[in-house]
């Protein structure tokens, strides 16, 4: 015969006394009130501290929003002094305007047209900031100084342009003054004009192309513009002689030297000694024989002494 065996399920069971005045109560619970009683308890903490936790992120942010739309309330004051700073400076740009525009009369340049003056600025302009968070007022603000900003670069760089092109010519023309032949190159008295004479040798009616100043032989002899010599030589009758290269097609002569001071090449500067006054060469006595040449066509000498010592 077979055996039975039986089995017997235990079940654990929780006692409890509880005290009620000189009586114990007992309370018996089983495991799975006892679970139950446990989560529930669990879930009740979890709730606690998810509710302190919201109440804490509340106030929290409730804080930020607070500081947000005060920077938000500054930034909109400061751009607005921003605005003003950038419409004075406007001011200043359309005086700049004016200004360059006379000196483009006095320079005889043509001035720059209205049109280009006044381009627009259009397209897309990339923002400066981040600006989807802020106020729409704030942002109207904001896109109008780019706007302006953008303008006034435009202004500026158009200005610079111009300066850029009136210092240009500006320059040219000093440097064109500079080297245009302007001052008595010797102290001493006109001896012989520009124009038809009789020639001292020839006894013959012949043209004279420069003009003679008699001054005592040693006398400084300086050059009238800024050049480069072109050379400095004995050159046949005129004896010792120097020819200046001014560029802008002038060049002057300086004949009958008794001494050269400079040798070909050199670079000189108006007023600047050269040589000195002689009578080399097919000379009647002590002399500077003086030339000036524009496209090597002689001029008279004398609508190029402009300094008040005329001769």
Request: charged letters at 20%; glycine letters at 8%.
């Amino acid at each position: 015969m077979k055996r039975r065996t039986k089995t017997k399920a235990i079940k654990s069971r929780y006692l409890f006394y509880i005290e009620q005045g000189s009586q114990l109560q007992e309370l018996s619970l089983g495991a799975g009130r006892m679970l139950s009683i446990a989560l529930l308890s669990l879930l009740l903490i979890l709730l606690s501290i998810y509710g302190a936790a919201h109440y804490v992120a509340g106030l929290y942010y409730e804080q930020k929003l607070i500081a947000y739309q005060n920077s938000n309330s500054e930034l909109g004051s400061l751009m607005e002094t921003m605005a003003t700073k950038i419409d004075g400076l406007e001011g200043q740009l359309t005086l700049l305007e004016e200004k360059d525009r006379i000196l483009r009369l006095y320079a005889d340049l043509p001035e720059i047209d209205k049109d280009v003056r006044q381009m627009g600025v259009g397209g897309y302009v990339q923002p400066l900031t981040d600006i989807e968070n802020l106020n729409p007022e704030t942002q109207n603000l904001l896109h109008q100084m780019e706007l302006d900003v953008a303008r006034l670069s435009q202004t500026v760089k158009l200005e610079m342009q111009s300066y850029e092109q009136l210092y240009d010519h500006l320059q040219t023309q000093v440097n064109r003054i500079e080297s245009t032949p302007s001052i008595a190159p010797v102290q001493g008295f006109v001896s012989s004009a520009f124009g038809y004479r009789v020639d001292p040798f020839s006894r013959k009616r012949k043209m004279h192309h420069g003009l003679d100043i008699s001054a005592p032989t040693g006398t400084p002899v300086y050059v009238t513009a800024n050049g480069t010599v072109a050379y400095a030589k004995w050159y046949g009758g005129y004896g010792y002689t120097i020819k200046i290269d001014h560029g802008y097609g002038y060049s002057t002569i300086y004949a009958h030297l008794s001494k050269m001071l400079v040798r070909k090449g050199q670079e000189l500067t108006r007023g600047q000694q050269i040589g000195k006054v002689g009578s080399s060469g097919k000379s009647t006595g002590p002399h500077l024989h003086y030339e000036v040449r524009y496209h090597n066509k002689p001029m008279n000498p004398v609508e190029f002494i402009w300094t008040e010592e005329q001769l």
